[in-house]
């Protein structure tokens, strides 16, 4: 993938409040501007989980800022990797583009003692994308 200048990743999961965003928090964290970042939901939540957003703030990063974004298709278009997080059927297809399905625990209504290794895990995943886009 190092033939791709700047890849483009959009993060899916149902409710853009959790665990979409801990991924794009932490590939903008690890990437900086060498990746484009988006994320998204099939039906996004009115925000942010609160446990996500303090579990995050635990690595020092912050997401309290962020906001549940509705999943589009330019989105979609627009990005080199989709990766989705338990979206199903919901998430568009479009030729060309790659697509990865991360299995990972739901931390809705979880409190942060059970976000924590869902954030782990997401950390541990991006920075091997990271290696696989050789940015």
């Known amino acids: 993938m190092s033939d791709i200048a700047r890849p483009s990743v959009l993060f899916v999961c149902v409710h ?3 665990r979409s965003q801990m991924a ?3 590939l903008t964290h690890l990437a900086g501007d060498r990746v484009e970042v988006r994320s998204a939901g099939s039906a996004p939540a009115e925000t942010v989980n609160p446990a996500v957003v303090e579990a995050m703030a635990e690595v020092g990063i912050d997401i309290s800022a962020e906001s549940p974004k509705v999943l589009t ?3 979609v278009r627009a990005s080199d990797v989709v990766i989705t997080m338990g979206c199903g059927d919901t998430c568009p297809v479009f030729p060309g583009k ?3 399905d991360w299995t990972l625990d739901d931390p809705a209504g979880q409190g942060v003692g059970a976000v924590r290794p869902i954030r782990d895990e997401i950390e541990r995943r991006v920075r091997g994308l990271i290696a696989e886009f050789d940015v």
């Open 98 to 100: 790659k697509y990865l």
């Open 24 to 26: 794009a928090a932490y």
């Open 16 to 18: 853009n409040a959790g």
């Open 73 to 75: 298709v330019d989105a």
